[in-house]
């Protein structure tokens, strides 16, 4: 289990190709995602291609939850497959 409690920015990021990115996390163990925000304003938002990123090296995640401010939410795609539990608040 994971909970991340600021937005996250990543320096340098491809935002063109993803998959030219090194993974965030490679744990195959890691099984529930919570990324959570308390302040919002422009600068502490979560960029969705840095959330899609992050998600595609969490491939057993079931449990995922966000309480960020957020533009959009990423396609489907970079979801896992095994994920049986989304939680959104905001």
Known sequence: ELEIRWPFNIEGFNTEELDKNPPIIQSEYLHSLSIINNIINDER????????????????????SLDVEIRRLPEYHYLSSNLAYIKLRR
């Open 45 to 64: 938002r979560i960029d969705p291609k840095h959330l899609a990123h992050l998600l595609l090296s969490c491939k057993n995640i079931s449990k995922f």
